[in-house]
């Protein structure tokens, strides 16, 4: 019987099975960031070191600063200072603070080439399924997994359920892949995808670029699955072209006739099979305080009568923490601060688009554009993205997670209104009570300039 991509990586990393179906697996590459230091506080109790160190890689990205603020809690210094500290100790490379190739721990990772076809990649990081973009098995793990993984390149897991989500049809102008994702998660509901790793297939994933595709599997989490994955193709192959951590000359060339394998037989069965019609989307926002919440923007938040009398407890916190009319259109809510970036939204192609429509005006309230690395940085810069932010009032900022989690200090203040591109709008998520709605770059930069929700499609030509 034909196998599917997933099936491939998974069995060509087994170690040992159990007859319960838990495989040891072996891990090539072990990402850690600066919210990890628990798990090398254990590994020391242990008294163990790392088994494989040039397989670990480190990146400050949680706590680091993404501008000067005389009031930094010294504790989140500490942190980065703490994972710049066990990386030495350990013998680990790891891009920390003043770092050119410092970032995101999964916009950093794929842009070095740490993510590679057919790998099996590890992070404590429930958004690791981002790799899964460049046609690898990546998964997020608990902290105790990560000393296990520190202590031995081996993990043990059992093994997940299989679901091809199929996408075909062309994204309309301003659809991007943070719409379609957002529609995927409310297709198939935040728990649709538990106890599967989803393979996304189709024509409208063939033609996605690289970026867009990992902003598409980073949220493959927000549906519960383990991982999202995309079969490597030839815009993966050069992508990943003279890529620092990539396999270089001939080795590439060697790499990439194995990468073409990597994709699953005609024959291969799926334990779930969905269809989404790409053709039908329009840019798209979340309301609630779950991703799945989502609703093309030209809808309105529910209404009473629109909702099923299980879901009727949850609906009201829900209105009552968002502080929501119900019925009320999405474009008519207005926002109190807008944040471009997060591990879903801070590539270049991202500030690309969210720079076009800062082009059309200027930010009505509070907007930082936080860059997902520093090389990412470095190429908005010299496009000159930068200058078209800040002569519309977008904040530019120096990368890491920012306000996507709030850990640094960058928050949004109780009872604010967020226009946000990150990939989490859970209550409590940007800060206390902060209240955040979920969209694509391009409509976080149009409601920056219009002070609320706004449908991107209507912005273009109508705003000096
Ligand atoms: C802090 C970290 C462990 C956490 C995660 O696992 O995802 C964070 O990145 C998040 O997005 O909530
Ligand atoms: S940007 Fe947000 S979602 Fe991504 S790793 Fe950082 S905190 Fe988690």
């Known amino acids: 019987m034909g196998r599917t991509l997933f099936d491939k990586i998974w069995e060509s990393h087994i170690i040992a099975e159990r007859e319960n179906g838990m495989a040891l697996l072996f ?166 995808g538990t106890g599967y790793v989803i393979e996304y297939t189709g024509k409208t994933i063939s033609d996605l670029s690289i970026e867009s595709r990992l902003t598409l599997c980073n949220m493959s989490i927000e549906a519960g699955a383990r991982a999202g994955m995309i079969a490597p193709d030839e815009t993966t192959f050069s992508y990943l072209k003279g890529k620092r951590f990539a396999p270089q000359g001939e080795l590439f060339e060697h790499a990439v006739e194995m990468w073409r394998g990597l994709k699953s037989d005609d024959d291969a069965s799926y334990d779930k099979e969905v269809a989404i019609d790409a053709g039908k989307l329009a840019p798209t926002v979340t309301w609630g305080n779950s991703p799945e919440t989502a609703l093309p923007i030209t809808g309105h938040i529910p209404s009473l009568n629109e909702i099923e009398s299980n879901k009727l407890e949850q609906y009201n916190a829900t209105i009552e923490y968002m502080g929501l009319a119900p019925g009320a259109m999405l474009t008519s809510l207005k926002i109190d601060q807008v944040f471009i970036g997060s591990c879903t939204n801070s590539r270049l192609e991202d500030l690309r688009e969210a720079a076009e429509i800062a082009k059309l005006g200027s930010a009505k309230v509070p907007t930082i554009v936080v860059p997902g690395s520093q090389q990412v940085r470095q190429q908005a810069e010299k496009e000159g993205l930068h200058e078209i932010f800040q002569k519309a009032s977008f904040e530019w900022r120096e990368p890491g997670c920012s306000m996507c989690v709030a850990m640094n200090g960058d928050s949004v203040p109780s009872g604010a209104r967020c226009a946000s591109t990150s990939n989490r709008n859970f209550a409590g998520r940007q800060g206390p009570g902060s209240r955040t709605h979920l969209m694509s770059p391009a409509m976080a930069a149009a409601a920056a300039i219009t002070g609320h929700l706004t449908d991107v499609r209507e912005l273009e030509g109508n705003i000096c």
Request: aromatic share 4%.
């Open 27 to 192: 891990i090539d590459r072990h990402l850690v960031h600066d919210a990890t230091a628990q798990a090398f506080d254990q590994l020391r109790l242990e008294g163990k070191e790392v088994r494989r160190p040039e397989l670990t890689f480190g990146m400050a990205d949680h706590y680091i600063a993404t501008h000067h603020d005389p009031n930094r809690d010294p504790v989140h210094e500490q942190m980065v200072t703490t994972l710049a500290e066990n990386a030495h100790e350990q013998g680990i490379t790891s891009f920390g603070a003043g770092d050119e190739y410092q970032g995101i721990v999964h916009v950093a990772g794929p842009e070095l080439g740490l993510t590679l076809p057919g790998a099996l990649l590890v992070c404590g990081d429930s958004h690791t399924s981002t790799h899964g973009a460049l046609g690898a098995l990546a998964f997020g793990i608990g902290a105790s997994e990560v000393t296990h993984v520190l202590a031995t390149q081996t993990l043990w897991q059992q093994r997940p359920k299989t679901m091809r989500i199929r996408i075909d049809g062309e994204l309309g102008p301003q659809v991007s892949a943070k719409d379609l994702i957002l529609t995927i998660i409310s297709t198939i509901g935040a728990n649709g």
